[in-house]
């Protein structure tokens, strides 16, 4: 060892020997501003830890200069991380990525009326299960069942967690043991864990393919047909197209063939509308009551995607196979609770007036906002931007394009406009933007944007809350010139 390394040792344990006690670090103003709002318990945990990580700091040695071993500096830093622990995880961001329903973003935002009924059941307790005509027990579907069958012209209908649910438990019910006939062309794959393969291996159908990638006929699903058929899966491709020769059998006429067979016919419709979008000015989407009417046995969307609900599945179609699939166990596991009910009911009750529809439906208002309307917007907030990221950056108001996610009209997208943010210097411009996109999402409500052709683009479709978003950019201002 050199004289230079056991001076430093030295230096080191006297330090350490200087560390206050945990008593001395309770005493400060910051540690009883802590206890104040977190508890005596809690702040102890907190100021030990942070004595603990001193410690280890000192032990772990380098070079950085006197050590700051004050019960201040500890108290602060215990405060600072029980702050920082006490974000929720679950908290709001800005969703500027362009992506109107983004699955990880959690997809709709709900409506006031959906938000309201939501919190009452929450609050109270509700005739979930009880059916207040009787005073006997009930159905919880009956909720909502009537309200679907009105908006789908459906027999029947259920409801479980999710799509993947609704798609998983048909399937259980109708193909166990049993055969499941898909398109090639239509085997998908949505967000990587939802694979239509291994989702008819969980149910214990027996997937067999029909078709090829790109063409399918009549004939391809006719051969397929046999007594161990338990049903005909249509999926609806909804985050792909497959284009040029292409050939798929229509809903309808796979329906007739199936029945000839008695076998039902399954259309899984992924998003899912209840109104026809092309009045909203967006391309057409099939419509659960277009696949109803068609003729499917069961048709199975999402309560989250363009119907703007929570999560949520839905199965309807004939009364005896939801009366089946209600029958089956698992319909037990994969039930939603009242809070989602309730949230489902007033959702679907907008439908009603569709008129109204795009004023209350944040996915429909968003969907729906003019260009113009948007870009008016980014005129107003360009200054207040500019002045929040600093002189490193340019800000212009530009036009962009949306999409509508969740694998709704794939190809499909929405003349926006953007507040985008460029590097003055060339030199680093990569990193400089990484850096802010990073100092964006760190805010106390962060910014989520997306990064394409050199900038950040913050896409103002579903920016609701301006005044919200300029506070938000206010605690950017500090760090600003960190930025670059
Ligand atoms: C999105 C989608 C699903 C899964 O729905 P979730 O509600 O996300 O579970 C299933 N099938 C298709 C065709 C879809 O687009």
């Known amino acids: 060892m050199t004289a230079r390394v056991t001076v430093h040792a030295e230096a080191r344990g006297a330090a350490l020997r200087r560390l206050p006690s945990v008593d001395d670090v309770l005493k400060t103003d910051a540690a009883a501003v802590a206890i104040e709002r ?45 702050v920082a622990d006490a974000q929720p995880a679950v908290r709001p961001v800005f969703n500027l990525t362009g992506v109107v329903l983004h699955t990880n973003l959690g997809r709709a935002v709900l409506a006031e009326a959906a938000i309201e009924a939501a919190v009452t059941a929450m609050r109270r307790t509700i005739a979930l299960e009880f059916d207040l005509s009787t005073g006997k027990r009930g159905e919880r579907d009956t909720l909502v069942r009537d309200l679907l069958c009105e908006l789908t012209g459906a027999e029947d209908a259920t409801v479980v967690n999710n799509n993947a649910a609704a798609v998983l438990l048909v399937l259980a019910t109708l193909a166990k043991g049993r055969e499941a006939i898909v398109s090639r062309g239509e ?189 008016a917007q980014a005129r107003r907030l360009q200054a207040g931007l500019a002045t929040a990221v600093g002189e490193k950056f340019d800000v212009t108001a530009a036009a962009c394009n949306s999409q509508i996610g969740s694998g709704a009209l794939p190809q499909e997208t929405l003349p926006s406009a953007a507040l985008t943010i460029r590097p003055r210097a060339e030199r680093g411009a990569g990193r400089a933007l990484e850096t802010l996109a990073k100092a964006l999402r760190d805010l106390p409500v962060p910014v989520i944007g997306r990064i394409a052709d050199g900038a950040l683009v913050l896409d103002l479709r579903c920016l609701d809350d301006e005044v919200g978003f300029l506070n938000a950019l206010a605690s950017l201002r500090g760090g600003a010139d960190g930025l670059a």
């Open 38 to 82: 977190f508890g005596r318990t809690a702040t102890v945990a907190a100021v030990r830890t942070a004595l603990d990580e001193t410690r280890a700091a000192f032990r772990a040695g380098g070079d950085a200069g006197e050590p700051d071993v004050s019960s201040a500096r500890v108290a602060g830093d215990a405060l600072a991380r029980m």
């Open 187 to 375: 085997l998908i794959e949505i967000g990587g864990a939802f694979r239509m393969p291994d989702i008819m291996a969980r149910a214990g159908a027996k997937l067999v393919e029909v078709g090829t990638t790109n063409r399918t006929h009549p004939k391809d699903y006719a051969a397929a047909l046999n007594d161990r058929t338990g049903l005909v899966l249509k999926v609806h491709t909804s985050n792909y197209r497959i284009e040029g020769f292409t050939s798929a059998v229509p809903a309808r006429d796979l329906v007739a063939l199936a029945r000839d067979k008695n076998v039902p016919v399954v259309d899984d419709l992924g998003s899912g509308t209840l109104i026809d979008l092309t009045r909203f000015g967006l391309a057409h989407e099939p419509t659960v009551a277009e696949a109803v009417a068609a003729g499917a046995d069961l048709v199975t969307f999402s309560g989250d995607k363009l119907l703007g609900g929570p999560q949520a599945g839905f199965v309807v179609g004939r009364r005896d196979l939801i009366q089946k699939i209600n029958r089956n166990p698992m319909k037990r596991a994969l039930r939603v609770d009242k809070i989602r009910l309730a949230a489902i009911e007033a959702t679907l009750k907008l439908y009603r007036d569709p008129d109204r529809l795009a004023e209350k439906l944040p996915t429909l208002r968003h969907l729906a906002r003019p260009q113009a309307d948007i870009l």
